[in-house]
């Protein structure tokens, strides 16, 4: 019974606080609403003092082929920069530019910021899918962290197929 009443109670939140069990427990994931749009504008932010500052300081990185900068926004430079030499490999410099270009051209969206402890995802939806960023703060500075596997990590993950799945509404 228990478990069903909170997934009545999230189907209908907005924003605030949404209880999600892990392991027996029930821990609680902070939820606010953004619902904004991502512009060519955010490719020139120059900050990591949010999660959102960080998301678009590395993906603008991205977009200019620098990945050893968009790296060293991670709590993983070397897996990230594995990642995106690799990526880039595959598909050439010019394709690579244009294809990170496109998340601040393509109408994509930050429906929401979950948050938990000393870490954020950032709920993005594009035309074709929807899916989260994780940072992490580390003193005054925001990173990405790709594989969070901490309980944050875990209750973002569940949140976000709710999300999915249309259990709750932003």
């Not at 993983?76 to 410099?93: E, S």
């Not at 990170?100 to 074709?128: H, Q, R």
């Not at 594989?147 to 209750?155: D, I, V």
């Amino acid at each position: 019974m228990t478990i069903l009443a909170i997934g009545v109670v999230a189907s209908f939140v907005c924003a605030g606080d949404i209880p999600v069990q892990l392991k027996g427990k029930t821990v609680i994931v902070k939820v606010t609403p953004l619902n904004r749009q991502i512009t060519a504008t955010d490719k020139e932010v120059n900050a990591q003092n949010t999660a959102l500052a960080c998301s678009f300081l590395y993906y603008g990185h991205l977009a200019r082929a620098d990945i050893q900068a968009a790296a060293a926004l991670s709590i993983d430079p070397q897996a990230t920069a594995n990642k995106w030499t690799q990526y880039q490999g595959r598909i050439g410099l010019e394709e690579f530019k244009k294809t990170m270009g496109e998340y601040f051209t393509s109408k994509n969206v930050i429906l929401a910021e979950l948050a938990m402890s000393d870490a954020v995802m950032l709920v993005v939806k594009t035309p074709d899918y929807t899916a989260g960023q994780m940072y992490v703060q580390q003193g005054d500075k925001w990173f990405l962290a790709e594989n969070l596997k901490t309980e944050a990590g875990q209750a973002f993950g569940k949140v976000l197929n709710m999300i999915k799945d249309d259990k709750i509404k932003l």
